[in-house]
């Protein structure tokens, strides 16, 4: 299943953040966040101890069942009195549920954590970045990986001459995106693929912000 | 405008280029002496684009000073720091200046240099650099539109004749062919069964090599290149030989290196010629070239 990838921000950055807001209502959610442990019921019960001792004020806490679904209004609307109490809510979610709540509520919204991709978990406590989003998917000419993505310079015509032993230049851990493509292909004896040319890429597919109608207007 | 260097290429002899780097700053002392050294002796001069992802003066002033001085600049351009827009216009003023050489590359990640936090570009890779010339050459930009004044540059390339794995770099380089590379710089090389390897295969197509030499300045050097380097491989035996020189004597083991190699490149007959780099002692170039008993 596609997932947000989030980090917590450091300790010095919240407190920046939070300066000025004495009474605070914290949200975490149960999905993306609760699996990569930065937003789900442990992290706010933690955060909310941490606050308590630097002298805030809780006004209450709650975990969201998916932060970014439309049921979210209505869980923040039973939740309104203690909501209401607080100079700000501190949200523990992807920035997804932190743009749908903001949506909803009158109240200055402080993130918690830092939204690093989308991605899947590949490996127990392992989270790959998968898809851009890019806009005009090249999958089918590089066997089924992103190099788009998967490529640290998002090269669509080979590797660079920064790979090292199927790695990439920037970090041994993270495998060279044409490597993987190149043995692909390979396998499938479609190398071909590999050889053909491929222009600069279109990078105003769908222009930022993106916006899309089932129906055009 | 006639490209000297590419006149090089296409003649008989053994050609010989060398690089300088643009300072971090503007006093451009240094690295005027280096051109001041170089203009003479070598077929074209590389001036490298914040090398490393370092941020310097830039390839282009690089190149004028080259050219203003009386030698003959061969342009890095890097696709890391600038969009399609930026880099046609910067070949557009470089033409136009009476720049006529270009070496396209993808350029390494920001996150080798010292500004970490920017934002790596990468709008176009090399092989599309390449191909961007051509078109520009043909008086059209890369969206379709006419130029009032075509540019004309004798543009290469470069490849890694030692990486692992090695033919995902020949397919690349395979598409910088196709692209309109005339010459393609390698990345250094220090086994020269492995190039001869390297260069039956290359000479299927139509472009120029120049064979990247590396001036090994201690062991130490080798092994942190071997450690650090992507497709750098320097072989024991020379490690050895770097080792065996006295205390502080190392260097004229890299220059005797060197010398002996680019010798046995040119007696061979393995390619085009040779592309020195001697990273930071730019100075020795001469005294490599008199060691490989050129010119």
Not at chain 1, 36 to 47: A, N, S
Not at chain 2, 2 to 22: D, H, I, N, R
Not at chain 2, 212 to 238: D, H, Y
Request: proline residues 4%.
């Amino acid at each position: 299943m596609i997932r947000s990838i989030t980090q917590k921000k450091t300790e010095e950055e919240l407190d920046q953040l939070l300066t000025g807001i004495a009474r605070i209502f914290i949200i975490g959610c149960g999905t993306c966040v609760t699996m990569t442990h930065t937003g789900g019921t442990p992290e706010v019960t933690e955060i909310k101890e941490k606050l308590l001792k630097k002298g805030k004020l809780v006004t209450g806490d709650l975990v969201l069942p998916v932060a970014c679904d439309n049921l979210t209004a209505e869980v923040l609307h039973e939740n309104r009195s203690k909501i209401d109490l607080a100079d700000g809510l501190l949200i523990l979610t992807c920035a997804f549920g932190v743009q749908t709540i903001a949506r909803q509520v009158k109240k200055t919204t402080i993130p918690g954590l830092d939204t690093l991709f989308i991605g899947k978990e590949t490996g127990l406590g392992q989270f790959d970045e998968i898809c851009t989003q890019c806009g005009s998917c090249i999958l089918g000419e590089t066997g089924g990986v992103c190099p788009v993505t998967s490529c640290h310079k998002g090269l669509v015509n080979g590797p660079c001459g920064g790979t090292k032993n199927g790695k990439c230049e920037i970090d041994e851990k993270k495998d060279c995106a044409w490597t993987l493509i190149y043995n692909r292909l390979k396998d499938l004896n479609r190398l071909d693929l590999m050889k053909r040319y491929q222009k600069p890429k279109n990078f105003q597919r769908e222009p930022r912000p993106g916006k899309y109608w089932l129906t055009p207007t | 405008m006639v490209s000297l260097f590419k006149k090089a290429l296409e003649s008989k002899k053994f050609v010989v280029t060398s690089e300088v780097a643009p300072p971090k700053g503007t006093n451009l002392e240094k690295i005027k002496h280096h051109i001041e050294l170089l203009k003479n002796k070598v077929d074209g001069i590389n001036i490298t684009d914040h090398q490393s992802s370092v941020m310097r003066y830039p390839s282009l002033g690089g190149a004028l000073l080259v050219k203003e001085m009386g030698g003959e600049p061969i342009l890095q351009m890097t696709c890391r720091d600038r969009n399609r827009l930026a880099l046609q216009a910067d070949l557009l003023f470089a033409y136009s200046r009476g720049i006529s050489n270009v070496l396209c590359l993808t350029g390494d990640s920001i996150l080798m240099g010292d500004h970490k936090e920017a934002k790596g570009v990468f709008d176009m890779d090399s092989s599309q650099l390449v191909a961007t010339i051509r078109k520009l050459e043909k008086g059209k930009d890369l969206g379709g539109n006419d130029l009032d004044g075509a540019v004309s540059f004798c543009a290469g390339a470069i490849v890694t004749p030692e990486a692992n794995p090695l033919e995902p770099q020949l397919i690349k380089f395979e598409k910088k062919v196709e692209a309109g590379a005339e010459f393609i710089q390698t990345q250094a090389i220090y086994d020269l069964d492995l190039f001869k390897h390297f260069m039956e295969y290359a000479e299927q197509f139509p472009v120029k090599v120049l064979a990247g030499v590396i001036l090994l300045t201690s062991a130490q050097m080798a092994r942190f290149m071997n450690k650090n380097v992507a497709g750098v491989n320097v072989p024991q035996n020379l490690i050895d030989e770097l080792s065996t020189a006295p205390k502080g004597r190392a260097i004229e083991k890299g220059i005797e290196i060197a010398g002996r190699m680019i010798k046995k490149i040119r007696k061979q007959k393995l390619c085009t010629g040779v592309h020195i780099m001697a990273i930071g002692r730019e100075e020795l170039v001469p005294e490599i070239m008199s060691a490989a008993e050129l010119g």
